[in-house]
């Protein structure tokens, strides 16, 4: 991973001098396994383990070794030989194979960084969950399809995107449980070379147990469900980035990203506050994808062992955990910095025009309609016919709609016409209605007739003063937001 978006710690634990130091623990795990088992005195363990731990490894040694055998493991053992005499080395790495020193050590590194991801992973649920509480009575405009919807609280959308990534952390943990096992089985897995009982003291001294039913290698099926998750992460990460990318879009945003005093959007444009922190974290998506991807690639296998899965392995699970906290680092000061506008929301709402509640109106009509005999249908297309009258256009705009402007003097006339124009008093389906003024559409089958009908239905119905209070409460944003508690409750535990 280059530098930019490279996490020191994720970097030091997959280093060669952590690696290398972890196949010595395992080495020294072994021998030590062997003491208690009888096999090797006590004596000779500590003259290996005082001897390899005061002589640090000399990793340009085995880098050098390396280039000449072709065999980072075999390097290693080579270079750790060079400082024990004759009579103790055949104990060092005996009757193993190369996978039986670098699955734990492995299995340690992926342990290692997963207690890295879920550290950052902790902050960030706590930080959206007080976003979520902050902003509880926020009221918005909730959209499906691109469309606005129906009423929500900002506050609530924070809690989906909570609720999400605790789906993912609950993948995750799954996933974890299968770095308890490990394998010290030899070169095919069937213990030519290390018993049972020494594989499983060995790999208790280390914090595992033996996965039975190994190759040389443990099957990387193992492995893959913990890609999986964490690429999982990193997409719900993006989902969250997208949600505030669409709000922040030009013209009247109701949340943007932190936007720094001296930070520039664009070098051509000064009025720019480009997306780019919400932008990266779906390019690291895209990232965390293709590694997990390269991770699941890694599952066949040439019967008991081929070594093509080394490659990526080096490659791909440390840059797929600089990713995964990367996009955590990122979303957290994304969310701790948020600016979000309940005015500009509420405004939205206003601008809605009444349809923000044509769900709950369609079904308290379909209710008072029935002893006038109104259908469902009529009644859906009551409220739609409705939302087409007050979002009408003036005639000054359907006038440019149907002739746009022929030349650029034409379009700045325009223009000009439009900035000096006020515009329209705001209508809303909530009047309309109990006013019974409904109106035919172009683009609605609603004859005058119908329209007609309707008005003097909708007249009668609201004559009565319990369907009129009852017809204003649902336009309330108390009303249309009043079983959100239950999922605070569910989720947050708030009262």
């Not at 902003?135 to 609720?163: D, P, V």
């Not at 099957?219 to 997409?235: D, G």
């Amino acid at each position: 991973m280059i530098k930019r978006y490279e996490d020191s710690e994720i970097a030091m634990i997959w280093s060669d001098e952590n690696k290398l130091n972890l196949w010595q623990k395992t080495e020294l795990a072994v021998i030590k396994a062997r003491v208690k088992l009888g096999y090797v005195s006590q004596e000779i363990f500590n003259k290996i383990s005082k001897i390899l731990l005061k002589t640090p490894i000399d990793l340009d040694w085995w880098k050098k070794r390396d280039n000449e055998i072709h065999h980072d493991l075999q390097a290693f053992i080579d270079e750790r030989l060079r400082f024990l005499s004759i009579d103790l080395q055949r104990f060092l790495h005996e009757r193993m194979t190369s996978y039986d020193t670098e699955e734990p050590a492995f299995s340690q590194m992926l342990k290692k960084s997963l207690s890295r991801v879920h550290d950052f992973f902790s902050e960030l649920m706590q930080d959206i969950a007080k976003l979520a509480l902050h902003y509880r009575y926020t009221i918005m405009n909730a959209r499906t399809h691109g469309q606005e919807a129906e009423l929500q609280s900002f506050g609530k959308r924070c809690l989906t995107w909570y609720r999400e990534l605790q789906v993912d952390l609950d993948n995750l943990k799954r996933a974890e449980k299968n770095l308890c096992f490990s394998k010290l089985s030899g070169a095919v897995g069937n213990y030519g070379g290390i018993d049972p009982e020494l594989e499983k003291e060995a790999l208790k001294i280390l914090g595992f147990k033996p996965f039975y039913g190994a190759t040389q290698i443990i099957p990387r099926a193992v492995f893959a469900p913990i890609a999986q998750a964490l690429a999982q992460i990193v997409s719900t990460l993006n989902k969250i980035a997208i949600d505030v990318r669409l709000g922040a879009r030009s013209g009247r945003a109701i949340c943007q990203e932190p936007f720094a005093k001296k930070q520039k959007g664009s070098s051509k444009m000064p009025h720019k506050k480009n997306t780019i922190s919400t932008e990266q974290t779906e390019g690291m998506a895209r990232m965390a994808n293709k590694f997990f991807q390269m991770i699941m690639d890694n599952i066949p296998t040439w019967e008991e062992r081929s070594i093509e899965q080394s490659c990526v392995e080096r490659v791909a699970w440390p840059d797929l955990f600089h990713v995964v906290v990367r996009s955590i680092k990122v979303m957290t000061k994304i969310l701790t910095g948020l600016r979000v506008y309940p005015d500009v929301m509420i405004q939205e709402i206003i601008e809605s025009r009444g349809c923000y509640a044509a769900g709950e109106a369609k079904e308290v009509l379909r209710e008072l309609g029935v002893e006038f005999g109104l259908t469902s249908e009529e009644a859906y297309r009551i409220i739609q016919l409705a939302a087409f009258n007050v979002f009408r256009s003036t005639k000054m705009a359907q006038e440019i709609r149907e002739s746009p402007p022929t030349s650029l003097i034409e379009a700045d006339s325009w223009f000009e016409k439009f900035k000096n124009t006020s515009p329209p008093p705001v209508d809303s389906i909530q009047e309309i209605i109990i006013e019974a003024r409904i109106e035919t559409s172009e683009d609605l089958e609603a004859t005058d007739y119908d329209v007609q009908r309707w008005n003097s239905v909708l007249s009668k119905i609201f004559q009565n003063q319990e369907n009129l209070l009852r017809w204003n409460q649902i336009f309330l944003p108390s009303y249309l937001l009043r079983n959100e508690t239950r999922l605070f409750q569910e989720v947050l535990g708030a009262k």
